[in-house]
């Protein structure tokens, strides 16, 4: 009889710790997610749409019940005080915690980011914001893949018109530093040999052209270009297929797996690579370069390669 109860308490812990392997499994938010989603999941209470559009657009038309954040007044990035490096994550966290609460967002939330999705630059604020959300130790958040464009290209889908005022809720912070790359972390990662990919157009990067923000024309010694543009179809909303994802690494000479570090002028386009890289290829050991060459030329941080040099 012991041995018959040992036998059950063994198979109903065995069973418990299954279903609550297929519980999170099912509460585990995906990275994308398309419009036959977001159709199903509109006015669930624990979902909130943030749409990225300008307030303009936002106020013509979002998906019903979506609250608007701005990306570049919101307070998701700022100039650093010390250095007045551009566009960083806040030093001091406060507004933006405030921020995301005043969306109606807390840490049960599932947040589905939604960019214009007119091209892969404004998804690259939708992948910014995403990396931002993990770094404060939110893994609950998706991105609409294809963005307003793909949702508002099918008539049968609902528009809502107007602003939506959420409750606010409290949110709290969890900073994750894992998943951010520091000048320092750089300068460590070329001296062991770490991948570093750069995230910009092959102009920027082969120093033809150069962000107005930058000091200095080229890239970091030794780093692969896979430009960002690349991983969307045709540089628009739609993010690849994780097979040609990896067919393009293959052609940028860049690997699927192992440490890396993905970097551009402000962490923008970076945080396509970033996004691409760690949660559609994979690779966990993905990190982000917030400042970018922007702050490695501003503050003569090392070395810069320029490939190409024009008289």
Not at 46 to 62: E, I, K, N, S
Not at 228 to 244: L, M, Y
Not at 275 to 287: I, P
Request: net charge positive; charged share 20%; with cysteine.
């Amino acid at each position: 009889m012991k041995k018959l109860l040992t036998h059950w308490n063994g198979l109903l812990a065995a069973v418990f710790i299954l279903f609550l392997g297929i519980t999170q499994a099912a509460l585990a938010a995906d990275p994308l997610v398309d419009t036959a989603w977001v159709k199903a999941n509109i006015g669930k209470s624990d979902v909130v749409f943030v749409d990225l559009q300008p307030a303009t657009g936002y106020l013509r038309g979002h998906i019903p019940g979506a609250v608007n954040s701005d990306f570049g007044k919101s307070g998701w990035r700022e100039e650093r005080a010390a250095d007045k490096v551009p566009d960083m994550l806040p030093t001091n966290l406060d507004k933006l915690v405030a921020h995301i609460g005043s969306l109606g967002i807390d840490n049960n939330t599932h947040v589905v980011l939604v960019a214009p999705g007119d091209a892969y630059l404004d998804m690259g604020w939708a992948t910014r914001i995403y990396w931002t959300f993990k770094v404060l130790g939110h893994d609950n958040v998706s991105i609409l893949n294809g963005g307003m464009n793909d949702w508002a290209k099918n008539k049968a889908n609902p528009m809502q018109t107007g602003m939506t005022k959420a409750e606010p809720k409290t949110f709290t912070a969890h900073l994750d530093k894992s998943l951010i790359a520091t000048v320092e972390d750089v300068k460590a990662a070329k001296a062991k040999g770490v991948m570093l990919i750069d995230s910009r157009p092959e102009d920027q990067y082969v120093g033809i052209n150069r962000n107005p923000k930058a000091t200095e024309n080229g890239t970091l010694p030794g780093a692969k270009n896979l430009p960002s543009g690349w991983t969307t179809e045709n540089g628009g909303g739609k993010f690849r297929s994780t097979a040609t994802l990896k067919q393009l690494y293959k052609v940028a000479g860049v690997p699927v797996s192992g440490e890396q570090i993905t970097f551009c002028n402000t962490g923008h386009l970076a945080s396509i690579g970033w996004f691409v890289s760690s949660e559609l290829v994979g690779n966990k050991k993905t990190k982000l370069y917030d400042g970018s060459m922007v702050e490695w030329t501003m503050d003569k941080a090392g070395p810069v390669e320029q490939k190409v040099k024009l008289q």
